[in-house]
């Protein structure tokens, strides 16, 4: 009867893990026992430079460099003169912190030196760590795999580190500052308790339901657990990739037909002149990409070429392009001169591009498409009026700058929507990644309710726990037996 129960807790049985043995679930850690040092500031001239040590030899390190003198006090600053340990030379005088282990960033001890950021002085100081025994130069993201390694930081929140450094946006700030914060993290965790104790009440119904040793109603328990689990799982499925847009910029595609002004909107919209711009039709003749932050939202803004027929086989290349970009767009900015709108091309672009588009693009992305007439300061007096049949509209002048704000304005509510406010709500799905592993969680418990064996629908779960382990880099089995003999009376 104890065999089942064993097979669960017998990883923990074996003793604890030796820190850095492992990276979470992911292998070992190479060289987690060297000490580690790198320059943890922007590469130039500055005027202050943080390089930081990591691992058992940071307080030789620092001795080392600031000898004869004791280590400073832990997590307070001291002003230091740092010698080369090779021939005594003064590096520079700069402040110098000690962090011992476990309380640090990465779990060790760890040093830090914020030195003058001119190239030569941080090049002597990492000279000079690097003579001392037992130091390395450290690899790319070494100090927050350690942090991971030592649980400083789940897997969640090692993303949204990477996201914080990378962001360049107020929404992405805010959204990457959220992850980091744990909160997608402490929900995953809460989502694995809650599968957890599932699992053991049908773990203890399996061992323990034929003696009658078992409160009633535990599988039924169990059972809704799972059930408003997955009402919660499918809501976050649902979110229209939202997080990944915020994360990695929405698609914003400008189209139309020759000579209609997108390239002028391209650099109007970037601040800056990102392609050519030329009164000869076809000058664009391939796809021209550049991120930009529109109104705190990112944005991937595409320059396409004009869409017309029966040109040479350089621009039929670039208008092939350009339709298979518009497939993969979640915005469309549909630009036609507003002075010509009876010509060929703008009526088959009316006709080919914005009546079909608003539902969905070929490749099954939900888009929306702005309709924006540009050179409106052509426009005779009396405007549009002899077009009662247009779609929704913007109209703009690239050449004055009038209309631009109406256009940034429904720009910006356009990319709230399809990104939702990084500050409130839920935490979002940032990676391929999470989504990947919550709808294999899904899939799972949607496993559990057809499973005909108990063996069977308890295999289900674990699959679904290990699914959310994967994702926050962590997971265990042997607290499902803390929670069986918490929760239940066994042999009462």
Same mark, same amino acid.
């Given at each position: 009867m104890w065999r089942r129960l064993w097979t669960l807790v017998a990883p923990a049985a074996r003793g604890p893990r030796r820190p850095c043995s492992r990276l979470g679930s992911g292998g070992p850690v190479p060289g987690c026992g060297a000490t580690v040092f790198a320059l943890s500031s922007g590469q130039g001239r500055c005027g202050i430079a943080v390089i930081r040590t990591s691992g058992p030899a940071s307080s030789q390190a620092l001795r080392s460099l600031t000898a004869p003198r004791a280590l400073p006090p832990a997590r307070s600053a001291s002003l230091r003169v740092l010698y080369d340990p090779r021939s005594g030379?003064?590096?520079?005088?700069?402040?110098?912190?000690?962090?011992?282990?476990?309380? =640090?960033?990465? /779990?060790?001890?760890? +040093? %830090?030196?914020?030195?003058?950021?001119?190239? &030569?002085?941080?090049? #002597?100081? $990492?000279?000079?760590?690097? =003579?001392?025994? /037992?130091?390395?130069? +450290? %690899?790319?993201?070494?100090?927050?795999?350690? &942090?991971?390694?030592? #649980?400083? $930081?789940?897997?969640?929140?090692?993303?949204?580190?990477?996201?914080l450094i990378h962001a360049e946006t107020e929404a992405q700030r805010r959204q990457a500052l959220r992850q980091l914060d744990g909160e997608l993290g402490h929900l995953c965790r809460v989502w694995a308790e809650t599968l957890t104790k599932a699992l053991a009440h049908v773990e203890a119904y399996i061992d323990f339901g034929e003696d009658d040793n078992l409160e009633e109603g535990v599988l039924e328990q169990a059972d809704t657990e799972v059930r408003r689990l997955e009402v919660v799982l499918g809501a976050h499925l649902q979110d229209a990739r939202r997080g990944q847009r915020l994360r990695s910029g929405v698609h914003v595609v400008v189209a139309g037909p020759p000579n209609a002004g997108k390239s002028s909107l391209v650099n109007l919209l970037s601040r800056?002149?990102?392609?050519?711009?030329?009164?000869?039709?076809?000058?664009?003749?391939?796809?021209?990409?550049?991120?930009?932050?529109?109104?705190?939202?990112?944005?991937?803004l595409s320059d396409t070429a004009g869409l017309r027929e029966g040109m040479g086989q350089v621009e039929q290349e670039g208008i092939l392009r350009a339709r298979k970009r518009l497939e993969q767009a979640d915005v469309i900015l549909a630009?036609?001169?507003?002075?010509?709108?009876?010509?060929?091309?703008?009526?088959?672009?009316?006709?080919?591009?914005?009546?079909?588009?608003?539902?969905q693009s070929p490749s099954g992305n939900s888009q929306r498409l702005l309709l924006v007439l540009n050179k409106s300061d052509l426009l005779p007096p009396g405007g549009l009026d002899h077009r009662p049949d247009l779609s929704p509209h913007l109209l703009l002048s690239c050449l004055t700058g009038e209309g631009l704000d109406g256009l940034?304005?429904?720009?910006?509510?356009?990319?709230?929507?399809?990104?939702?406010?990084?500050?409130?709500?839920?935490?979002?799905?940032?990676?391929?990644?999470?989504?990947?592993?919550?709808?294999?969680?899904?899939?799972?418990?949607?496993?559990?309710?057809?499973?005909?064996?108990?063996?069977?629908?308890?295999?289900?779960?674990?699959?679904?726990?290990?699914?959310?382990?994967?994702l926050t880099g962590k997971g265990g089995t042997d607290e499902i037996l803390n929670i069986i003999f918490r929760d239940f009376c066994v042999g009462k």
């Open positions: 030379e003064p590096l520079d005088r700069a402040l110098v912190l000690w962090f011992p282990g476990p309380q =640090s960033f990465t /779990g060790e001890d760890c +040093a %830090e030196f914020h030195v003058h950021g001119g190239p &030569a002085v941080v090049s #002597g100081i $990492l000279q000079a760590l690097g =003579s001392v025994p /037992g130091l390395r130069p +450290a %690899e790319a993201g070494e100090f927050t795999r350690r &942090a991971f390694a030592h #649980g400083k $930081l789940s897997l969640t929140e090692v993303e949204g580190l990477a996201d800056k002149p990102v392609s050519i711009v030329s009164p000869e039709p076809g000058t664009t003749r391939d796809v021209l990409e550049t991120p930009v932050d529109l109104a705190g939202f990112p944005a991937l630009v036609l001169d507003a002075s010509d709108l009876a010509s060929p091309s703008s009526c088959n672009f009316l006709d080919t591009v914005v009546s079909p588009a608003g539902v940034l304005e429904v720009l910006r509510k356009e990319l709230a929507a399809m990104c939702g406010n990084p500050s409130t709500g839920p935490p979002l799905l940032t990676r391929a990644r999470h989504q990947h592993h919550l709808q294999s969680c899904l899939d799972a418990l949607s496993h559990y309710r057809q499973a005909k064996d108990l063996a069977l629908a308890a295999e289900a779960l674990r699959i679904a726990r290990g699914h959310l382990a994967c």
